[in-house]
């Protein structure tokens, strides 16, 4: 038997706060977990590890795909499903109803 190497997590990335639109959400990411706790290099303060597997980043179109890979490269994973976003219907003529529950303020 071979024995997995490194743990994964497969996931699709949430938009950034500067995002208004949906760029970049669409794909499904592998991610390899920290193996080895960062440290502070004493001479210049920055933050190193010797793990370099974290620094690897794969895009797959779906989840089956990155699934398939993990299992073919023999990595140990989890699926983090994504969750559904809130939408709220609004009209742009709300901002000048009479019935605004809150102040209009800038």
């Known amino acids: ?6 743990v994964a997590r497969i ?4 938009r950034t706060a500067m995002q208004s639109g949906e760029a970049q959400t669409k794909r499904w990411v592998l991610e390899y977990e920290l193996a080895e706790k ?3 290099e ?3 303060g920055w ?3 010797g793990d370099m597997k974290q620094q690897i980043q794969l895009h797959f179109n779906d989840s089956e795909a ?5 299992e ?4 140990s994973y989890e699926v983090y499903d994504p969750r559904p976003r809130k939408r709220r219907a609004k009209a742009y003529a709300d ?3 009479f019935s605004r529950r809150e102040m209009w303020t800038h």
């Open 42 to 44: 004493p001479l210049m």
């Open 11 to 14: 996931y699709k990335p949430a």
């Open 38 to 40: 960062r440290s502070i």
């Open 72 to 75: 073919r490269q023999n990595i």
């Open 95 to 97: 901002n000048f109803s």
């Open 66 to 70: 990155a699934v398939a890979y993990a």
């Open 1 to 6: 038997m071979v024995e997995k190497t490194g």
């Open 47 to 49: 933050t190193s590890s």
